[in-house]
């Protein structure tokens, strides 16, 4: 596969504050990747740094080999898409997407041509002469898509370009989007926070927080196999338990020990246990390996969540099968439901659900007495 950019080494500060902190990237010509992590993690200014809009710090931005720190947006073979779309209000649909040929003196018949090649790639053939103010946000969103396609850079950023639709739009365009993406064979480099989003469109997802990496893979990758709890908790919802690995495929958590897949961590060292919600089987409650008391259920219209205290730690749980409030049941983890990470920076910081909840009960707890 060929690189078609590459981030080496780049740092960035505003105002002295550090946004991003030596972040290595490499992007493939073809390639759907997609930016992840929570507001402010410097997923915007990575973009602009690719786009040309800002410059490193430290380190180069690299386009097929070459050093374009300095070079201008406008000379660079790459687009952009924002979340408000700027279409040009006086002009129809056809002349907002045939602009950026216009402004290249494009000979008129090869306009006509690609304007309707990219308005057919959004579907929207039929809408030439439609003004942009009488189309529906989504309509809008696909002519601004057209119009960065259609003089064919080789590399589209897009950042939260469906962030201003609702659900059911935004899951439609998603959809489009990848297709678009597939058909011109164009590098997409998509921003968002919404991990959903992140695994089910891209090739190659990279997770971010607070101006530094922390995993680069493929949706599969990330979530079955999240690096640190960092990673586990912003991908879909975990249970993170600080754990004992005592051995080899061996691990202690909650007062007992568990057979797990994991080894090479050495004896006895702490560990963070992670076990996603969908993997805790509920069983009757003498043959749990753990027990406990359901404190709450909710249904997911698929299945329910529900929530359950063994011994003060609140494990969320997925699963097909009712249980009641305050039914006692059992809990058990296959081996291969058993993620062991390394402990990191990031242990204990980022609210994995249990964590949260139980603060919000200390909280309440707080209010409640301070109310007495
Ligand atoms: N031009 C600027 N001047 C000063 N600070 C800036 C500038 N651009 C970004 N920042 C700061 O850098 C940090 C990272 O911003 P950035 O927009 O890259 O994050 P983000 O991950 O895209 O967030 P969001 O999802 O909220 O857009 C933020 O704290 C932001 O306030």
């Known amino acids: 596969m060929k690189k078609i950019i590459e981030l080496k080494n780049i740092t960035k500060a505003f105002d ?15 390639e759907f990747i997609t930016l992840l992590g929570p507001s402010g993690c410097g997923k915007t200014t990575m973009l602009r740094l690719i786009g040309g809009f800002e410059t490193p710090d430290e380190g180069d931005v690299l386009f ?4 374009i720190n300095d070079v201008p947006p406008y000379k660079r073979n790459v687009n952009t898409v924002f979340q408000k779309y700027a279409l040009f209000p006086h002009l129809n649909v056809f002349e907002n997407v045939a602009f950026p040929l216009r402004e290249k003196k494009v000979p008129k018949g090869e306009i006509e041509a690609k304007v309707h090649e990219m308005l057919s ?3 929207l053939s039929g809408f030439e002469n439609r003004a942009v103010t009488r189309l529906s946000g989504g309509q809008q969103q696909r002519v601004a898509i057209a119009r960065a396609l259609v003089a064919r850079p080789q590399v589209l950023l897009l950042d939260e370009p469906l962030g201003a639709l609702d659900l059911k739009l935004r899951k439609d365009m ?21 991990q959903e989003e992140a695994l089910s469109m891209s090739d190659t997802v990279v997770v971010m927080s607070e101006g530094k990496i ?3 893979g493929t949706p599969i990758d990330i979530y079955n196999e999240p690096q640190n709890a960092f990673v586990a908790d912003f991908i879909g919802e975990s249970n993170i338990l ?29 560990v963070d246990v992670v076990v996603r919600p969908e993997d805790v089987d509920i069983v009757p409650l003498e043959q749990g390996q753990l027990t406990g008391v359901v404190t709450s259920v909710t249904f997911m219209g698929v299945h329910y969540e529900i929530i359950v205290d063994v011994g003060g730690f609140k494990w969320m749980v ?6 009641d409030v305050d039914e006692h049941i059992g809990i058990v983890l296959e081996p291969d439901a058993i993620h062991i990470m390394k402990k990191s920076e990031y242990s204990n910081r980022y609210g994995d659900y249990s964590s949260f909840s139980n603060e919000l009960e200390e909280l309440s707890e707080i209010a409640e007495e301070e109310a007495e």
């Open 16 to 30: 002295g504050e550090p946004v991003l902190q030596n972040v290595n990237l490499d992007i493939y010509d073809n």
């Open 64 to 67: 097929l080999g070459k050093k």
């Open 121 to 123: 790639l959004v579907a």
């Open 174 to 194: 998603q959809v489009e989007l990848k297709k678009i993406q597939k058909q011109t064979g164009i590098t997409f480099v998509f921003v968002t926070h919404d």
């Open 214 to 216: 922390h995993q680069i």
């Open 242 to 270: 600080d754990g004992t690995m005592l051995e080899d495929y061996k691990v202690s958590f909650s007062g007992q020990t568990f057979p797990c897949l994991d080894k090479d961590f050495g004896r006895n060292v702490p």
């Open 318 to 323: 997925q699963t097909t099968d009712f249980v």
